[in-house]
């Protein structure tokens, strides 16, 4: 049964989280001058980063991660949802605009940003990614293998970035797009990992083994009934993020379109 007072501490994931904290305070504070020689120290940016990396730990470093892994479908998709709705967020969001342009702005690299970071390319490789790794082969087997089942999470997150980089983009160089193209875009990768959720959804047989004879907690789910639980907790995740990002969207358009200086033809004499 489950060990709740389990939490991972395997070097890889411990030593990168604390690599990257280490590598953001060095490069946001004593090297700080190098990105930029007047910028002042990142508060916000610094809060939000370190709230990513924590969240990242809370949802692959937790017990949450050996319930998700061993038990129950629903729990490993609110697992999914804290790495691509939170920590990735949060992760962008505390990046500052200097800090990421010396690696955007090389020269040589900018025609590979401007494919990368279009909205149409960013939406394509988080839906084939996260589609892809639910099909019954690969999923089942990153519960297998934990191997398998690391490069499953940092591929969701990876993904989870190129999803967000259109909407949340602290780049100058390739920064957030149009409001009115925001909103179709969160449309569209709705749109695009709909046929996901029904395929789990109205499944009529149990998808991943691993779930099906693991041992029932508490009895409160039937296998197929876990499964249906995990593809609405999938849905309704979604739509509940694309929601916010369409009033979001739509609110700062409207208030760019306020802000428009309106020009007042002379009356003609």
């Known amino acids: 049964m489950i060990d709740w007072l389990h939490w ?45 990396l924590l969240i990242f730990y809370l949802a692959v470093g937790s017990p949450l991660d050996q319930i998700g892994e061993k038990f129950l479908l629903s729990a490993h998709m609110i697992q999914h949802q804290l790495l691509i709705y939170v920590s990735a967020v949060l992760f962008l969001l505390g990046i500052p605009s200097w800090l990421i342009a010396p690696l955007t702005d090389r020269p040589g690299l900018r025609w590979l940003g401007s494919c990368l970071f279009n909205p149409v390319v960013c939406g394509l490789i988080y839906s084939i990614i996260l589609s892809g790794w639910h099909a019954p082969a ?17 591929m969701f997150f990876g993904a989870a970035l190129f999803y967000w980089w259109p909407l949340l983009s602290p780049s100058k160089l390739y920064p957030p797009v149009k409001y009115g193209t925001q909103m179709i875009y969160l449309l569209a990768v709705t749109v695009a990992m709909t046929p996901v959720f029904a395929f789990i959804a109205f499944s009529d047989n149990v998808l991943y083994p691993t779930y099906e004879y693991a041992p029932r907690l508490y009895a409160v789910l039937s296998p197929m009934e ?7 907790t999938m849905k309704l995740g979604g739509l509940m993020v694309t929601a916010t990002g369409l009033v979001i969207a739509f609110y700062r358009w409207y208030q760019a379109s306020e802000r428009k200086p309106k020009l007042v033809q002379a009356a003609p004499r």
Do not use: C, M, T
């Open 8 to 52: 991972h501490n395997e070097p890889f994931l411990i030593g990168g989280l604390i690599f990257l904290a280490w590598l953001y305070a060095v490069s946001v504070g004593p090297l700080r001058s190098r990105f930029d020689a007047d910028a002042s120290f990142p508060k916000n940016h610094a809060i939000r980063f370190y709230s990513s």
């Open 138 to 154: 690969l999923y089942d087997l990153a519960l297998r293998n934990k191997n398998v089942h690391v490069l499953e999470h940092l």
């Open 226 to 232: 876990d499964q249906l639980l995990g593809a609405v």
